[in-house]
């Protein structure tokens, strides 16, 4: 089953735009991930937050992190074309496994 | 530095055959995952291996799947008497410890059940 939401399904902007994409989850987590996919196959790592951090920056990537609300936040700053795929959420418990929400589509326009 | 290979990249299959899907993980990686992802279910945990513990399997959706991991490396899935509603992308990742860090994927095998 899907833990998280993600928020909204798809977006489009125009490059040089900023994205935001929320995620909300329903139980505690260990940490939050946010992977990238490109055409429907293997998934990139983007960037990790753990449940004790509330704010981590990497390169044009910016994630928060609201425990007390379960939910997160992935702001894609000044986007290009090339940023157009699928984002998602997942949150690890002390399990390890992931669990994923089911995706914002992100369309950049040139 | 080589990431997650998976093969075969695409697998076509006919109904009740049976499939052996392949995993090779990050070097020195010690937990290693499948997932699998469909148009109807999105991207769902089948199983996971963490060095030499008891695999867990609760994400395997029936008894006609099954996962091997041999010398904590390579991983073979295999799904008996396939079924169409089995057609999905199935992937595979690792990582270096179970908890704190994060997961590599391979590129995926797409399996289609006709």
């Known amino acids: 089953s899907q833990q998280g939401e993600e928020d909204p399904q798809a977006l489009s902007i125009q490059e040089g735009e900023n994205a935001t994409m929320n995620c909300s989850y329903k139980t505690s987590i260990n940490n939050l991930q946010w992977y990238r996919q490109n055409s429907g196959r293997g998934l990139v790592h983007l960037i990790l937050i753990r449940s004790n951090e509330r704010e981590k920056h990497s390169g044009r990537l910016r994630v928060t992190l609201d425990t007390s609300k379960k939910s997160s936040s992935l702001l894609i700053t000044a986007s290009r074309a090339a940023d157009t795929a699928s984002y998602f959420c997942a949150t690890s418990t002390s399990y390890g496994k992931l669990t994923f929400g089911q995706g914002t589509i992100l369309t950049v326009h040139p | 530095g080589a990431g997650v290979s998976q093969s075969p990249s695409n697998k076509v299959t006919e109904k009740g055959k049976d499939v052996e899907l392949r995993c090779d993980p990050i070097?020195?990686?010690?937990?290693l995952y499948w997932y699998r992802q469909s148009l109807g279910q999105g991207l769902e945990f089948l199983i996971y291996f963490q060095g030499n513990s008891a695999p867990d399997k609760s994400g395997l959706p029936s008894d006609r799947f099954s996962a091997e991991r041999t010398g904590g490396s390579v991983s073979t899935l295999t799904i008996q008497r396939t079924q169409q509603e089995d057609s999905a992308v199935y992937l595979c990742a690792s990582s270096l410890e179970r908890v704190r860090n994060e997961q590599f994927f391979g590129p995926g095998t797409r399996l289609t059940v006709l």
């Open positions: 070097s020195g990686h010690t937990a």
